[in-house]
Protein backbone atom coordinates (compact mmCIF):
# COMPACT_ATOMS: atom_id res chain seq x y z
CA UNK A 1 0.00 0.00 0.00
CA UNK A 2 1.22 3.65 -0.89
CA UNK A 3 2.50 5.89 1.76
CA UNK A 4 1.40 8.68 -0.13
CA UNK A 5 -2.34 10.90 0.60
CA UNK A 6 -4.74 11.98 -1.74
CA UNK A 7 -7.06 14.35 -0.42
CA UNK A 8 -11.21 14.17 -1.63
CA UNK A 9 -13.37 17.39 -1.55
CA UNK A 10 -16.74 18.51 -2.24
CA UNK A 11 -17.82 22.09 -2.28
CA UNK A 12 -21.52 23.10 -1.04
CA UNK A 13 -21.32 26.68 -2.21
CA UNK A 14 -24.59 28.39 -0.82
CA UNK A 15 -24.83 32.07 -2.96
CA UNK A 16 -27.10 34.96 -2.48
CA UNK A 17 -28.27 35.63 -5.87
CA UNK A 18 -29.03 38.73 -7.13
CA UNK A 19 -32.77 39.79 -6.94
CA UNK A 20 -34.52 42.61 -5.93
CA UNK A 21 -37.07 40.72 -3.56
CA UNK A 22 -36.85 37.59 -1.65
CA UNK A 23 -37.76 33.96 -2.82
CA UNK A 24 -41.17 33.83 -1.85
CA UNK A 25 -42.06 37.36 -0.23
CA UNK A 26 -41.96 40.74 -1.66
CA UNK A 27 -39.85 42.13 0.98
CA UNK A 28 -36.48 43.26 -0.42
CA UNK A 29 -33.38 42.60 1.08
CA UNK A 30 -29.82 44.26 1.17
CA UNK A 31 -27.12 45.13 3.32
CA UNK A 32 -26.63 47.48 6.50
CA UNK A 33 -30.10 47.41 7.40
CA UNK A 34 -31.72 47.83 11.13
CA UNK A 35 -32.61 44.43 12.15
CA UNK A 36 -35.75 43.11 11.10
CA UNK A 37 -37.08 45.73 8.58
CA UNK A 38 -36.87 43.38 6.04
CA UNK A 39 -39.22 41.56 6.76
CA UNK A 40 -43.47 40.95 5.82
CA UNK A 41 -45.75 38.41 7.05
CA UNK A 42 -44.55 35.57 4.47
CA UNK A 43 -40.99 36.40 5.78
CA UNK A 44 -42.30 35.79 9.39
CA UNK A 45 -44.47 32.64 8.21
CA UNK A 46 -47.63 34.72 9.81
CA UNK A 47 -50.43 32.10 10.09
CA UNK A 48 -52.45 32.67 6.67
CA UNK A 49 -49.91 33.86 4.66
CA UNK A 50 -48.52 31.81 1.35
CA UNK A 51 -45.26 31.75 -0.39
CA UNK A 52 -44.93 32.98 -4.16
CA UNK A 53 -41.78 31.90 -6.16
CA UNK A 54 -39.78 35.16 -7.26
CA UNK A 55 -39.30 34.57 -11.28
CA UNK A 56 -36.55 36.61 -10.96
CA UNK A 57 -34.68 34.25 -8.09
CA UNK A 58 -35.66 31.03 -10.39
CA UNK A 59 -34.13 32.60 -13.45
CA UNK A 60 -31.05 33.39 -12.23
CA UNK A 61 -31.05 29.87 -10.71
CA UNK A 62 -31.40 28.48 -14.95
CA UNK A 63 -29.01 30.85 -15.76
CA UNK A 64 -26.48 29.62 -13.64
CA UNK A 65 -27.45 26.39 -14.79
CA UNK A 66 -26.76 27.58 -18.71
CA UNK A 67 -23.26 29.41 -17.54
CA UNK A 68 -22.05 25.57 -16.38
CA UNK A 69 -23.72 23.89 -19.03
CA UNK A 70 -25.89 21.93 -16.68
CA UNK A 71 -29.17 20.06 -17.65
CA UNK A 72 -32.28 22.54 -17.36
CA UNK A 73 -35.24 20.02 -16.08
CA UNK A 74 -38.64 20.57 -17.44
CA UNK A 75 -40.08 21.56 -13.71
CA UNK A 76 -38.55 21.77 -10.53
CA UNK A 77 -40.19 21.91 -6.57
CA UNK A 78 -39.93 22.93 -3.38
CA UNK A 79 -39.39 20.88 -0.17
CA UNK A 80 -39.69 21.68 3.52
CA UNK A 81 -36.74 20.65 5.33
CA UNK A 82 -38.10 20.41 9.34
CA UNK A 83 -36.16 21.45 11.88
CA UNK A 84 -36.85 23.24 15.44
CA UNK A 85 -34.52 26.49 16.02
CA UNK A 86 -35.32 30.04 15.90
CA UNK A 87 -33.46 31.49 12.81
CA UNK A 88 -36.77 30.18 10.94
CA UNK A 89 -39.77 31.43 12.23
CA UNK A 90 -42.08 28.54 10.05
CA UNK A 91 -39.95 25.88 11.55
CA UNK A 92 -39.20 24.52 8.41
CA UNK A 93 -37.01 25.37 5.52
CA UNK A 94 -38.33 25.64 1.94
CA UNK A 95 -35.42 23.92 -0.09
CA UNK A 96 -35.30 21.52 -3.19
CA UNK A 97 -34.77 18.17 -2.36
CA UNK A 98 -35.96 15.55 -5.00
CA UNK A 99 -36.38 18.30 -8.16
CA UNK A 100 -33.49 20.79 -8.28
CA UNK A 101 -33.29 23.53 -10.64
CA UNK A 102 -30.59 22.41 -12.58
CA UNK A 103 -28.68 19.23 -12.99
CA UNK A 104 -25.28 18.55 -13.52
CA UNK A 105 -22.70 20.92 -14.98
CA UNK A 106 -18.84 21.48 -15.12
CA UNK A 107 -16.65 24.70 -14.07
CA UNK A 108 -13.36 25.09 -15.58
CA UNK A 109 -10.12 26.27 -12.97
CA UNK A 110 -7.00 27.08 -13.79
CA UNK A 111 -4.70 26.11 -10.69
CA UNK A 112 -1.70 28.78 -9.64
CA UNK A 113 0.96 28.23 -12.62
CA UNK A 114 4.94 27.43 -11.80
CA UNK A 115 5.32 31.65 -11.74
CA UNK A 116 2.66 33.98 -11.83
CA UNK A 117 3.43 35.36 -15.83
CA UNK A 118 3.08 31.36 -16.40
CA UNK A 119 -0.17 29.74 -17.19
CA UNK A 120 -0.94 27.43 -14.88
CA UNK A 121 -2.77 23.57 -15.17
CA UNK A 122 -6.22 23.73 -16.55
CA UNK A 123 -9.08 21.18 -15.45
CA UNK A 124 -12.93 20.82 -15.54
CA UNK A 125 -15.03 20.32 -12.07
CA UNK A 126 -17.90 18.49 -12.42
CA UNK A 127 -20.92 19.92 -10.53
CA UNK A 128 -24.09 17.35 -9.10
CA UNK A 129 -26.69 19.77 -9.42
CA UNK A 130 -28.01 23.31 -7.89
CA UNK A 131 -30.97 24.00 -5.98
CA UNK A 132 -32.43 26.88 -5.31
CA UNK A 133 -33.75 27.63 -1.15
CA UNK A 134 -34.27 30.27 1.01
CA UNK A 135 -32.03 31.77 3.45
CA UNK A 136 -32.35 31.79 7.60
CA UNK A 137 -32.01 34.25 9.60
CA UNK A 138 -29.35 35.37 11.89
CA UNK A 139 -29.16 34.85 15.61
CA UNK A 140 -26.78 36.50 18.15
CA UNK A 141 -25.99 35.50 21.88
CA UNK A 142 -25.24 37.40 24.83
CA UNK A 143 -24.95 36.49 28.17
CA UNK A 144 -28.64 38.01 28.68
CA UNK A 145 -29.96 36.36 26.05
CA UNK A 146 -30.05 35.51 22.07
CA UNK A 147 -31.67 38.07 19.88
CA UNK A 148 -33.29 36.74 16.30
CA UNK A 149 -33.08 39.23 12.69
CA UNK A 150 -35.03 38.05 10.10
CA UNK A 151 -33.66 40.58 7.36
CA UNK A 152 -31.26 37.85 5.60
CA UNK A 153 -35.09 35.49 6.33
CA UNK A 154 -36.07 34.27 2.75
CA UNK A 155 -33.66 35.96 0.83
CA UNK A 156 -33.03 33.53 -2.38
CA UNK A 157 -29.92 31.00 -2.24
CA UNK A 158 -28.74 28.81 -4.68
CA UNK A 159 -26.97 25.58 -2.95
CA UNK A 160 -24.01 24.39 -5.83
CA UNK A 161 -23.29 21.11 -4.81
CA UNK A 162 -20.12 19.82 -6.37
CA UNK A 163 -19.05 16.13 -7.56
CA UNK A 164 -15.93 15.16 -5.11
CA UNK A 165 -13.35 16.13 -7.97
CA UNK A 166 -11.23 18.26 -5.69
CA UNK A 167 -8.07 17.07 -4.73
CA UNK A 168 -6.18 19.80 -3.39
CA UNK A 169 -7.14 22.84 -0.94
CA UNK A 170 -4.80 25.02 -4.01
CA UNK A 171 -8.14 23.58 -6.34
CA UNK A 172 -10.90 24.54 -3.98
CA UNK A 173 -9.85 27.98 -4.28
CA UNK A 174 -9.18 27.70 -7.95
CA UNK A 175 -12.85 26.98 -7.76
CA UNK A 176 -14.22 29.21 -6.10
CA UNK A 177 -12.10 31.84 -8.17
CA UNK A 178 -13.75 30.32 -10.83
CA UNK A 179 -17.35 29.76 -9.73
CA UNK A 180 -17.09 33.63 -8.34
CA UNK A 181 -16.01 35.20 -11.53
CA UNK A 182 -18.53 32.87 -13.49
CA UNK A 183 -21.51 34.07 -11.09
CA UNK A 184 -20.63 37.58 -10.95
CA UNK A 185 -19.97 38.20 -14.68
CA UNK A 186 -23.57 36.74 -15.54
CA UNK A 187 -25.12 38.88 -12.77
CA UNK A 188 -26.37 36.02 -11.01
CA UNK A 189 -24.62 36.81 -7.48
CA UNK A 190 -23.14 39.51 -6.31
CA UNK A 191 -20.35 36.92 -4.08
CA UNK A 192 -19.55 39.52 -2.09
CA UNK A 193 -17.82 37.69 1.38
CA UNK A 194 -17.55 40.21 3.77
CA UNK A 195 -21.05 40.26 3.10
CA UNK A 196 -21.18 36.97 3.63
CA UNK A 197 -23.51 36.31 0.29
CA UNK A 198 -21.07 33.05 -0.21
CA UNK A 199 -20.80 30.42 2.16
CA UNK A 200 -19.27 26.64 1.77
CA UNK A 201 -18.74 23.90 3.50
CA UNK A 202 -16.08 21.70 2.85
CA UNK A 203 -16.64 18.18 2.72
CA UNK A 204 -12.99 16.08 2.80
CA UNK A 205 -11.78 12.87 2.97
CA UNK A 206 -8.22 11.17 2.49
CA UNK A 207 -6.96 7.72 1.05
CA UNK A 208 -4.04 6.14 -0.12
CA UNK A 209 -2.39 6.77 -3.38
CA UNK A 210 -4.17 4.06 -5.73
CA UNK A 211 -7.31 3.25 -3.92
CA UNK A 212 -10.58 3.28 -5.95
CA UNK A 213 -12.85 3.89 -2.84
CA UNK A 214 -13.61 7.26 -0.80
CA UNK A 215 -12.57 7.50 2.21
CA UNK A 216 -14.90 8.64 5.27
CA UNK A 217 -15.59 12.16 5.33
CA UNK A 218 -16.22 14.94 7.19
CA UNK A 219 -18.10 18.04 6.59
CA UNK A 220 -17.56 21.65 7.97
CA UNK A 221 -20.21 23.66 7.76
CA UNK A 222 -20.10 27.70 6.84
CA UNK A 223 -16.92 28.67 5.58
CA UNK A 224 -17.28 32.32 4.67
CA UNK A 225 -13.80 33.15 2.96
CA UNK A 226 -11.67 31.49 -0.16
CA UNK A 227 -8.81 31.61 2.50
CA UNK A 228 -11.31 29.96 5.02
CA UNK A 229 -11.87 27.41 2.91
CA UNK A 230 -8.28 26.51 2.11
CA UNK A 231 -7.70 26.47 5.55
CA UNK A 232 -10.15 24.22 6.53
CA UNK A 233 -8.76 21.83 3.84
CA UNK A 234 -5.26 21.88 4.95
CA UNK A 235 -6.10 21.62 8.47
CA UNK A 236 -8.76 18.92 8.24
CA UNK A 237 -6.97 16.50 5.57
CA UNK A 238 -4.01 16.65 7.93
CA UNK A 239 -5.67 15.74 11.04
CA UNK A 240 -7.74 12.86 9.13
CA UNK A 241 -4.78 11.33 8.11
CA UNK A 242 -2.69 11.62 10.99
CA UNK A 243 -5.91 9.77 13.05
CA UNK A 244 -5.61 6.80 10.34
CA UNK A 245 -1.70 6.91 10.60
CA UNK A 246 -2.41 6.14 14.26
CA UNK A 247 -4.47 3.51 13.52
CA UNK A 248 -7.77 5.23 14.19
CA UNK A 249 -11.02 5.55 12.06
CA UNK A 250 -12.34 8.65 10.95
CA UNK A 251 -16.06 9.01 12.18
CA UNK A 252 -18.32 10.94 9.68
CA UNK A 253 -18.99 13.98 11.44
CA UNK A 254 -19.95 17.83 10.75
CA UNK A 255 -17.72 19.85 12.21
CA UNK A 256 -17.56 23.69 12.34
CA UNK A 257 -14.19 26.12 11.95
CA UNK A 258 -12.90 28.81 14.18
CA UNK A 259 -10.81 30.87 11.68
CA UNK A 260 -9.19 32.86 14.37
CA UNK A 261 -7.40 29.73 15.33
CA UNK A 262 -7.38 28.03 12.35
CA UNK A 263 -8.69 25.00 14.32
CA UNK A 264 -11.69 22.98 12.94
CA UNK A 265 -13.98 21.42 15.91
CA UNK A 266 -17.06 18.73 15.90
CA UNK A 267 -20.37 20.00 15.80
CA UNK A 268 -22.48 16.93 16.20
CA UNK A 269 -22.74 13.75 14.45
CA UNK A 270 -23.81 14.23 10.76
CA UNK A 271 -27.25 14.13 11.00
CA UNK A 272 -29.51 11.95 7.99
CA UNK A 273 -32.33 13.43 5.07
CA UNK A 274 -34.93 11.48 7.58
CA UNK A 275 -33.98 13.33 10.33
CA UNK A 276 -35.20 16.42 8.72
CA UNK A 277 -38.78 14.85 7.63
CA UNK A 278 -38.60 15.86 4.22
CA UNK A 279 -42.01 16.12 2.16
CA UNK A 280 -42.85 17.94 -0.82
CA UNK A 281 -43.95 21.77 0.19
CA UNK A 282 -48.28 21.63 -0.52
CA UNK A 283 -48.66 25.62 -0.65
CA UNK A 284 -46.02 25.68 -3.85
CA UNK A 285 -47.30 24.18 -7.09
CA UNK A 286 -44.60 22.32 -8.73
CA UNK A 287 -43.08 24.67 -11.26
CA UNK A 288 -42.26 24.20 -15.00
CA UNK A 289 -40.07 25.93 -16.78
CA UNK A 290 -40.50 26.26 -20.59
CA UNK A 291 -38.25 25.60 -22.90
CA UNK A 292 -39.11 29.16 -24.02
CA UNK A 293 -37.91 31.13 -20.92
CA UNK A 294 -34.25 28.39 -21.07
CA UNK A 295 -33.88 29.57 -24.69
CA UNK A 296 -34.48 33.56 -23.80
CA UNK A 297 -31.85 33.12 -20.85
CA UNK A 298 -29.44 31.49 -23.15
CA UNK A 299 -28.89 34.99 -24.69
CA UNK A 300 -27.57 36.09 -21.33
CA UNK A 301 -24.66 33.45 -20.77
CA UNK A 302 -21.58 35.33 -21.36
CA UNK A 303 -18.40 34.01 -23.02
CA UNK A 304 -16.66 31.84 -20.70
CA UNK A 305 -14.00 33.60 -18.97
CA UNK A 306 -11.52 30.49 -19.50
CA UNK A 307 -12.70 30.62 -23.65
CA UNK A 308 -11.89 34.01 -23.46
CA UNK A 309 -8.46 33.75 -22.16
CA UNK A 310 -7.16 31.24 -24.75
CA UNK A 311 -8.75 33.81 -27.47
CA UNK A 312 -6.56 36.93 -26.34
CA UNK A 313 -3.65 34.82 -26.14
CA UNK A 314 -4.22 32.67 -29.47
CA UNK A 315 -6.01 35.36 -31.53
CA UNK A 316 -5.21 38.44 -30.31
CA UNK A 317 -1.03 37.20 -29.05
CA UNK A 318 -1.70 39.00 -25.83
CA UNK A 319 0.60 37.53 -23.14
CA UNK A 320 -0.59 35.40 -20.39
CA UNK A 321 -0.49 37.61 -17.69
CA UNK A 322 -2.66 40.87 -18.91
CA UNK A 323 -5.02 38.20 -20.44
CA UNK A 324 -5.63 36.89 -17.21
CA UNK A 325 -6.44 40.16 -15.62
CA UNK A 326 -8.92 41.31 -18.40
CA UNK A 327 -11.16 38.10 -18.21
CA UNK A 328 -11.20 38.24 -14.62
CA UNK A 329 -13.40 41.70 -15.16
CA UNK A 330 -16.13 41.25 -17.82
CA UNK A 331 -16.87 45.13 -18.22
CA UNK A 332 -12.77 46.14 -18.68
CA UNK A 333 -12.47 43.02 -21.02
CA UNK A 334 -15.95 44.28 -23.25
CA UNK A 335 -13.82 47.70 -22.84
CA UNK A 336 -10.53 46.60 -23.76
CA UNK A 337 -12.22 44.91 -27.08
CA UNK A 338 -13.78 48.29 -28.19
CA UNK A 339 -10.63 50.13 -27.88
CA UNK A 340 -8.82 47.09 -29.97
CA UNK A 341 -11.44 47.45 -32.67
CA UNK A 342 -10.57 51.12 -33.31
CA UNK A 343 -6.63 50.14 -33.57
CA UNK A 344 -7.18 46.34 -34.20
CA UNK A 345 -2.74 46.32 -34.82
CA UNK A 346 -1.58 46.57 -31.40
CA UNK A 347 -4.10 44.35 -29.28
CA UNK A 348 -1.18 43.70 -26.96
CA UNK A 349 -0.12 47.20 -26.45
CA UNK A 350 -3.63 48.65 -25.44
CA UNK A 351 -4.05 45.08 -23.44
CA UNK A 352 -0.72 46.33 -21.89
CA UNK A 353 -2.72 49.37 -20.51
CA UNK A 354 -5.78 48.08 -20.11
CA UNK A 355 -4.53 45.95 -17.76
CA UNK A 356 -1.56 47.79 -15.86
CA UNK A 357 -2.52 51.59 -15.70
CA UNK A 358 -5.94 51.51 -16.50
CA UNK A 359 -6.60 49.07 -13.92
CA UNK A 360 -4.43 50.33 -11.16
CA UNK A 361 -6.05 54.04 -11.88
CA UNK A 362 -9.42 53.26 -11.50
CA UNK A 363 -8.91 50.74 -8.38
CA UNK A 364 -7.16 53.56 -6.72
CA UNK A 365 -9.95 55.98 -7.56
CA UNK A 366 -12.46 53.05 -5.99
CA UNK A 367 -10.19 52.19 -3.34
CA UNK A 368 -9.95 48.59 -3.98
CA UNK A 369 -7.54 46.07 -3.61
CA UNK A 370 -6.57 44.33 -6.98
CA UNK A 371 -6.61 40.71 -7.33
CA UNK A 372 -6.87 39.89 -3.64
CA UNK A 373 -7.49 36.80 -2.32
CA UNK A 374 -11.01 37.83 -1.11
CA UNK A 375 -11.87 39.33 -4.06
CA UNK A 376 -11.08 37.45 -7.11
CA UNK A 377 -13.16 39.92 -9.34
CA UNK A 378 -11.76 42.30 -9.37
CA UNK A 379 -14.06 45.16 -8.33
CA UNK A 380 -13.65 48.34 -10.77
CA UNK A 381 -16.60 51.14 -11.94
CA UNK A 382 -15.45 51.74 -15.46
CA UNK A 383 -19.10 54.29 -15.73
CA UNK A 384 -16.57 57.10 -13.89
CA UNK A 385 -13.59 56.69 -16.18
CA UNK A 386 -13.17 59.46 -18.41
CA UNK A 387 -10.88 57.61 -21.14
CA UNK A 388 -13.43 56.21 -23.79
CA UNK A 389 -12.20 52.73 -25.34
CA UNK A 390 -11.52 54.90 -28.60
CA UNK A 391 -9.63 57.03 -27.01
CA UNK A 392 -6.42 55.23 -25.85
CA UNK A 393 -6.54 53.43 -28.58
CA UNK A 394 -5.37 57.12 -30.44
CA UNK A 395 -2.70 56.87 -27.62
CA UNK A 396 -1.33 53.39 -28.37
CA UNK A 397 -1.87 54.55 -32.17
CA UNK A 398 0.57 58.14 -31.39
CA UNK A 399 2.90 55.77 -29.93
CA UNK A 400 2.93 52.82 -32.65
CA UNK A 401 3.82 55.76 -35.46
CA UNK A 402 6.53 57.04 -33.00
CA UNK A 403 4.98 60.68 -32.77
CA UNK A 404 5.43 60.25 -29.22
CA UNK A 405 7.42 57.98 -26.73
CA UNK A 406 6.65 55.02 -24.69
CA UNK A 407 7.91 58.08 -21.84
CA UNK A 408 5.62 60.65 -22.99
CA UNK A 409 2.59 58.55 -23.97
CA UNK A 410 2.97 57.88 -19.98
CA UNK A 411 2.00 61.58 -19.12
CA UNK A 412 -0.26 61.84 -21.71
CA UNK A 413 -2.19 58.77 -20.14
CA UNK A 414 -2.36 60.33 -16.83
CA UNK A 415 -3.55 63.81 -18.49
CA UNK A 416 -6.09 61.65 -20.41
CA UNK A 417 -7.27 59.34 -17.21
CA UNK A 418 -7.91 62.82 -15.34
CA UNK A 419 -9.14 65.24 -17.49
CA UNK A 420 -10.94 62.27 -20.95
CA UNK A 421 -9.03 64.68 -23.28
CA UNK A 422 -8.06 63.22 -26.84
CA UNK A 423 -4.04 61.79 -26.55
CA UNK A 424 -3.35 63.83 -29.81
CA UNK A 425 -4.98 67.39 -28.11
CA UNK A 426 -3.03 66.71 -25.27
CA UNK A 427 0.50 65.76 -27.37
CA UNK A 428 -0.45 69.18 -29.70
CA UNK A 429 -1.13 71.39 -26.14
CA UNK A 430 2.42 70.02 -24.32
CA UNK A 431 3.97 70.01 -27.31
CA UNK A 432 5.28 67.06 -26.55
CA UNK A 433 5.19 65.52 -30.21
CA UNK A 434 8.43 63.33 -30.51
CA UNK A 435 10.85 65.26 -32.91
CA UNK A 436 11.30 63.40 -36.14
CA UNK A 437 12.30 65.48 -38.55
CA UNK A 438 14.91 63.47 -40.16
CA UNK A 439 17.16 66.31 -40.87
CA UNK A 440 17.20 68.57 -37.64
CA UNK A 441 17.80 65.00 -35.53
CA UNK A 442 21.12 63.49 -38.11
CA UNK A 443 22.37 66.96 -37.37
CA UNK A 444 22.28 67.13 -33.20
CA UNK A 445 23.31 63.10 -33.54
CA UNK A 446 26.74 64.16 -36.00
CA UNK A 447 27.25 66.36 -33.33
CA UNK A 448 26.83 64.06 -30.32
CA UNK A 449 29.22 61.49 -31.96
CA UNK A 450 31.74 64.63 -32.79
CA UNK A 451 31.98 64.93 -28.77
CA UNK A 452 35.44 63.69 -27.42
CA UNK A 453 33.57 62.58 -24.28
CA UNK A 454 31.73 59.93 -26.24
CA UNK A 455 34.48 58.35 -27.73
CA UNK A 456 34.96 55.52 -26.00
CA UNK A 457 31.82 54.32 -26.18
CA UNK A 458 32.26 54.72 -30.02
CA UNK A 459 34.85 52.89 -29.46
CA UNK A 460 33.73 50.01 -27.64
CA UNK A 461 30.40 49.51 -30.07
CA UNK A 462 32.29 49.70 -32.99
CA UNK A 463 34.81 46.94 -31.53
CA UNK A 464 31.80 44.57 -31.13
CA UNK A 465 30.25 45.60 -28.33
CA UNK A 466 26.16 46.42 -29.05
CA UNK A 467 25.04 47.56 -26.02
CA UNK A 468 27.99 50.48 -26.02
CA UNK A 469 25.62 52.66 -28.35
CA UNK A 470 23.14 53.12 -25.60
CA UNK A 471 25.39 55.52 -23.78
CA UNK A 472 24.89 57.91 -26.83
CA UNK A 473 20.81 57.88 -26.62
CA UNK A 474 21.00 59.33 -23.05
CA UNK A 475 23.06 63.24 -24.43
CA UNK A 476 21.00 63.32 -28.01
CA UNK A 477 17.50 62.78 -25.81
CA UNK A 478 18.95 65.77 -23.35
CA UNK A 479 19.57 67.72 -26.22
CA UNK A 480 16.50 67.14 -28.17
CA UNK A 481 14.33 67.85 -24.74
CA UNK A 482 13.55 64.13 -24.60
CA UNK A 483 11.45 64.84 -28.21
CA UNK A 484 13.60 62.70 -30.04
CA UNK A 485 11.90 59.54 -31.71
CA UNK A 486 14.09 56.88 -30.25
CA UNK A 487 13.34 54.39 -32.92
CA UNK A 488 14.84 57.03 -35.42
CA UNK A 489 18.07 58.22 -32.50
CA UNK A 490 18.72 54.06 -33.15
CA UNK A 491 18.46 54.28 -36.79
CA UNK A 492 20.60 56.91 -37.24
CA UNK A 493 23.50 56.25 -35.19
CA UNK A 494 23.85 52.81 -36.47
CA UNK A 495 24.11 54.43 -39.97
CA UNK A 496 26.01 57.33 -39.01
CA UNK A 497 28.35 54.57 -37.10
CA UNK A 498 28.53 52.63 -39.53
P1 LIG B 1 -25.17 14.85 1.88
O1 LIG B 1 -26.39 15.29 1.15
O2 LIG B 1 -25.38 13.77 2.84
O3 LIG B 1 -24.39 15.98 2.48
P2 LIG B 1 -24.00 14.25 -0.72
O4 LIG B 1 -23.78 12.89 -1.26
O5 LIG B 1 -25.03 15.09 -1.32
O6 LIG B 1 -24.18 14.14 0.83
O7 LIG B 1 -22.60 14.99 -0.84
C1 LIG B 1 -22.40 16.26 -0.40
C2 LIG B 1 -21.04 16.71 -0.85
O8 LIG B 1 -20.03 15.88 -0.34
C3 LIG B 1 -20.83 16.70 -2.34
O9 LIG B 1 -20.15 17.88 -2.70
C4 LIG B 1 -19.96 15.50 -2.58
O10 LIG B 1 -19.12 15.69 -3.70
C5 LIG B 1 -19.14 15.45 -1.33
N1 LIG B 1 -18.65 14.12 -0.97
C6 LIG B 1 -19.37 12.97 -0.92
N2 LIG B 1 -18.58 11.95 -0.52
C7 LIG B 1 -17.34 12.46 -0.29
C8 LIG B 1 -16.10 11.90 0.15
N3 LIG B 1 -15.97 10.62 0.47
N4 LIG B 1 -15.05 12.74 0.26
C9 LIG B 1 -15.16 14.04 -0.04
N5 LIG B 1 -16.30 14.61 -0.47
C10 LIG B 1 -17.38 13.84 -0.60
MG1 LIG C 1 -24.50 18.23 2.91
Redo the contacts with the bound molecule.
Keep these: MSDAWEI?????VHVQLHTRAKVFASASWGFGKEPNEQVDPVVLGLPGTLPVVNREAVEKAILFGLVVDAEIPEQCAWDRKNYFYPDNPKNYQLTQKDFPVTMGGKVEIELPGAARNIMGEHKWIRI?HAHLEEDVGKLSHSGSGSLVDYNRAGVPLLEI?????LRSAAEASAFLNALVVKLTQAGVADCDMEKGQLRC?A???VRRVGDTQ????T?TKNLNSISGVRDCIIYESKRQIAQIEAGNKITQETRGWNAEMSRGYVLRD?E??HDYRYFPDPDIPTLKISRETVNRLKKHVPEAPFDRQRRYIEKLNLPYTAASVLIADKALADWFETAVAAHPTNAAGIANWAANDLLRELSAQSGTEVGSDETPAVKISLDSCLIKPAQLAGLVKLTDEGVISKQQAKEVFTEMFSTGKDALAIVEAKGLRQNSDTGELEKIVAEVIADPAVAKSIAEYRAGNEKAINALKGPIMKRTQGKANPVMIDQLLRKLLG
Aim: proline residues 4%.
Design positions: VIGLEHVTEPDDNVSLGTREKDA
